[in-house]
T-cell receptor
Framework: SQELEQSPQSLIVQEGKNLTINCTSS?????LYWYKQKYGEGLIFLMM?????EEKSHEKITAKLDEKKQQSSLHITASQPSHAGTYLCGADISGSARQLTFGSGTQLTVLP | DSGVTQTPKHLITATGQRVTLRCSPR?????VYWYQQSLDQGLQFLIQ???????AKGNILERFSAQQFPDLHSELNLSSLELGDSALYFC??????????????FGSGTRLTVV
């Protein structure tokens, strides 16, 4: 979706390295969701951010929301092969929280 | 297993045909959402039902229709199929009419191939 831009499109990192994925919206963000998808499988919910400046962490994954910049970042510390997959950001830009607009995804490969 | 069940997992059909995709939401969830994922369009919202009522509509073609039954399972009907309808169709569910802090729970999808 052009309303939600993710970067980079793909990322190859060595195991143990840190990495950051960005998600930028052209519209006001009412909620930002991060999901992980293994190829051809369903999406796994990682975390949701709603308030400007909000930051959440789960294990080695941290997500932040910059409301003013309408941007979110997902940071993985000390990456592992289990982190490999496609990361998708989904945003509520309608304000209804009934439908999400998704970015095109970032494909992450972690080399052992 | 996410708790959201989609059947069938794979479907191959010819152009012009009609198919029905089925989704059983996670136990206790009242909302069902349908999404289409294709290589060129990415993940696109189609439609949402809450407790049997249509609540939100996205980029759903007129050839597509959906409904949610009293037992809360949902069906997505795709008719007059075209090659471009080949995609992964996901169903997601949530407890509420609107997305919560826990997002949606997605099923594993139905891969539709139109030949």
């Amino acid at each position: 979706s052009q309303e939600l831009e993710q970067s980079p499109q793909s990322l190859i990192v060595q195991e143990g390295k840190n990495l950051t994925i960005n998600c930028t919206s052209s519209k006001t963000l009412y909620g930002l969701y991060w999901y992980k998808q293994k190829y051809g499988e369903g999406l796994i919910f990682l975390m949701m951010l709603q308030k400007g400046g909000e930051e959440k962490s789960h294990e080695k994954i941290t997500a932040k929301l910059d409301e003013k910049k309408q941007q979110s970042s997902l940071h993985i510390t000390a990456s592992q092969p289990s982190h490999a997959g496609t990361y998708l950001c989904g945003a509520d830009i309608s304000g209804s929280a009934r439908q999400l607009t998704f970015g095109s995804g970032t494909q992450l490969t972690v080399l052992p | 297993d996410s708790g959201v069940t989609q059947t069938p997992k794979h479907l191959i059909t010819a152009t012009g045909q009609r198919v029905t995709l089925r989704c059983s939401p996670r136990s206790g969830d009242l909302s069902v959402y349908w999404y289409q994922q294709s290589l060129d369009q990415g993940l696109q919202f189609l439609i949402q039902y809450y407790n049997g009522e249509e609540r939100a509509k996205g980029n759903i073609l007129e050839r597509f229709s959906a409904q949610q039954f009293p037992d809360l399972h949902s069906e997505l009907n795709l008719s007059s199929l075209e090659l471009g309808d080949s995609a992964l169709y996901f169903c997601a569910s949530s407890p509420f009419d609107e997305a919560s802090n826990y997002g949606y729970t997605f099923g594993s999808g139905t891969r539709l191939t139109v030949v």
